[in-house]
């Protein structure tokens, strides 16, 4: 074989070839691409569908910065709601769900889009047998019910669906509430002030409580590396840590669970700054939720001093018993007023604005309009407060 | 050694059948099989691959030289896979969504570079072309037995349709894969009687790599490759 034919062809027909199989994809790919993104577009506007039926069709909403964990939001053209794309991250990857929402703030249907959980247990978050709890729930998603075996994948699916809920408040410029966590029981308290008999609750945009004459306890919570990561946090008056409880965990055994234990949590105490916190090696997820939680303590306890107390007052209403959270500051000067519990039907009427207003600065429940419409809710609601002020007084 | 056509056809199906008695591409056979009808459209996938490159590769056999042959051939099975790949995404979205990963993985399955090594370098285009189809038929034929089997057995359902209420999991996931694959390819060696492919006597002359290898040709003759 001459010098040529036994070095340059190989190569050369090698690159020929490659040339040749490069062209044809070329030309193949620019057939083929605008089809597939118009099926793509047309798949999602037919999920869309799905999950908003009241719509029509839809337009993008460009929003300027764009919530965590938010993809996209879509509003129907006729007014009827929104969908929205949000993911979270569950055991596989992260979760991608469509949430519709009405023009009430409920959930109209909701579809996962990205499923990388685990076959036959995490899978099953796309079931409709699952997902269809959430149709007609609020923001709080209240009594939603997780797969067991599937903690990890059904928090994400909530997750998700909480941050669908951001990005619907940013572009629907409207407030959102979060999900409810249950108040910390009194063992919590005992724990963290065993010597203390009444604790108060704050007033305040989330859970605080004045332990007597001893100091505080703060209640925080973070998404750590398995779920939300809540703790109750002990303070004394001068501000420095007492004692911590996890209320809420599912952080890996061995790693994140390590801060569970009585070893790391007493080597907190005394300590003035969530910088000083001790970082276990192998757990930086759950440390940096906890970081989280400690510094949105710290930084509530300054506001707690001046802070009012919330007294809490009940009354007979529509159908049952209404119990309603009063904060009273220390000149006996309502602060705000908050529906606890009620089966009232017209529960959502006595938590409108137009009508809580009225309460905050007076001292007693005299000149409070009632609710058209609503006379004997809205009156056991005044009732329940005048109830929560006399408490106050006798307390 | 002329053969016939009909039986180059068939001679995929049984007597040589990639998957029972040749042994390859096992790795999609195994994960594509959980159900009768992914099973199908990967066997059908596949053998539409299969013909264009047996038939392109032996069209092209006396311009690749020699030592260049296996990156020539990826390179063709590769660009022939990816323009299958985007056509069944534009044309055929179901089958794109049932096959996943399991359509750009064609390329490496080993079915595709064996054919074309063992045969269609060094025969026709039209017999090449026929061996592929034989070939695919015999792939998917496989396919279609073990995703049916495995399917019924480990999901109760047949074509989707729930018919039992007890499946075995088991056979849903890869060790009950391999039990099934087992029992196919013994019943195979039953049906051919253990004569399905002539156990050749493997020396350095039937070696992919034997005009490239440095050993010496004495050495080899001795064994000692």
Known sequence: MSMFKEFAMPPLVLTVIAAVVTGALVATESVTTPIIEQQAAAAADAARAVVLPSADSFTQVTVDEMPEGGVDIYEANNGTGYVVTAQAKGYGGMLKVMVGIDSNGLISGTEVLENNETQGLGSKVSEHAFMDQYIGKDSTLEGIETISGTTISSNAFSKAVQNAYQVYGVAAGVEVAGTQRDPITDEVKAELFPNVTSFQKYAVEGEAYKAGDEGYIVVTSNAGFAGDVTTAIGFDLNGAITGVVFTETSETQDYGEQYTRASWKDAQVGKTSADELDLISGATVTYDALKLNFTEAFEMLPTLADASLEYEGTAEGYNGTMTVAVGIDSTGAITSVRLVDSADDFASKVSDEAFTSQFVGKTSTDGISTISGATVSSTAFIEAVNNALAAQKGA | ?225
Do not use: H, W
């Open chain 2, 1 to 225: 050694m002329k053969k016939n056509k009909l039986s180059i056809l068939t001679n995929g199906i049984i007597k040589e059948n990639p998957v029972l008695v040749l042994v390859l591409g096992t790795c999609p056979t195994l994960a594509t099989t959980t159900s009768a009808i992914n099973g199908l459209g990967m066997g059908v996938a596949a053998t539409a691959v299969l013909v264009f490159s047996n038939l392109l590769i032996s069209l092209l056999k006396s311009v690749i030289p020699d030592k260049v042959r296996i990156p020539c051939y990826i390179v063709v099975i590769a660009g022939l896979v990816t323009v299958v790949q985007m056509l069944v995404q534009a044309y055929a979205i179901d089958l794109y969504n049932a096959l996943g990963v399991f359509l750009p993985l064609i390329v490496v399955n080993c079915i595709i570079l064996g054919r074309a090594e063992m045969f269609a370098s060094k025969n026709s285009p039209l017999d090449s072309a026929l061996d592929g189809l034989g070939m695919g038929m015999g792939f998917t034929l496989t396919l279609f037995m073990m995703g049916s089997i495995r399917e019924l057995l480990g999901s109760g359902s047949i074509f989707g349709v729930s018919v039992l209420s007890t499946p075995i999991a088991i056979f849903g996931v890869a060790p009950g894969g391999f039990i099934v694959f087992g029992c196919l390819v013994a019943l195979v060696n039953k049906i051919t009687e253990g004569k399905a492919i002539k156990k050749k006597e493997f020396s350095c002359a039937d070696c992919p790599v034997a005009s490239v290898c440095g050993q010496s040709k004495l050495a080899c003759e001795k064994g000692e490759c």
